[in-house]
């Protein structure tokens, strides 16, 4: 079946970065876009950015532009979310799911948990 | 960027009933509009897209309409799993903006 696996929980230090994977099956991995989607404890979701599997296009909320790396391996079928310098405030649960437009099949999220 | 706002922020109901759930867009966004539910601890699941059309799997209960600004979602008798988060979520322009989520409640 369709399907996307994150890896789990990351704990990380402020100022670090962490790389989150999204592992794909059950469909043609190039055929579709991945977006990255992030939810505070409490807070509503939060578009980060989307990558075209196909040919690697990449587009950014100005929110974390200059912080965030989308990236994919076609051979592996996994698509890659870097967040730097991250700060307290980035604690939270990160999907990534997949979709042209609307995102029809999601990850089971990874918590990223930021603190000293 | 494009806001979204959905009312009630939280809905009470009972088993059977018939509710609806607003979301507006803070200016046009035609019928780029999706509906998620989504359960604790899980991530949302995809209801509807562009505004009106149920994706493969959804119980017919559910069901979207509206365009341009104003968007509606009714359940058309609440069934106990249904007691959970809606968000909408606008897709005209990026960045892509979800409402502030609707808590639907037992009574």
């Known amino acids: 079946q369709v399907q996307l696996v994150q890896s789990g929980a990351e704990v990380k230090k402020p100022g670090a970065s962490v790389k989150v994977p999204c592992k794909a099956s059950?469909?043609?991995?190039?055929?579709?876009?991945i977006h990255w989607v992030r939810q505070a404890p409490g807070q509503r979701l939060e578009w980060m950015g989307w990558i075209n599997a196909g040919n690697g296009d990449t587009k950014y909320s100005q929110k974390f532009q200059d912080r965030v790396t989308i990236t994919r391996d076609t051979s592996a079928s996994t698509a890659y979310m870097e967040l730097s310098s991250l700060r307290s405030e980035d604690t939270a649960v990160y999907y990534c799911a997949r979709g042209r437009k609307a995102m029809d099949v999601w990850g089971k999220g990874t918590t990223v948990t930021v603190s000293s | 960027d494009i806001q979204m706002t959905q009312s009630p922020s939280t809905l009470s109901a009972s088993v059977g009933d018939r509710v609806t759930i607003t979301c507006r867009a803070s200016q046009s966004i035609s019928s780029w509009l999706a509906w998620y539910q989504q359960k604790p601890g899980k991530a949302p699941k995809l209801l509807i897209f562009?505004?009106?059309t149920l994706e493969r799997g959804v119980p017919s209960r559910f069901s979207g309409s509206g365009s341009g600004t104003e968007f509606t979602l009714t359940i058309g008798s609440l069934q106990p799993d249904d007691f959970t988060t809606y968000y909408c979520q606008q897709y005209k322009t990026y960045p892509s903006t979800f409402g502030q989520g609707t808590k639907l409640e037992i009574k």
């Open positions: 562009d505004a009106s």
């Open positions: 059950g469909y043609t991995f190039t055929s579709f876009t």
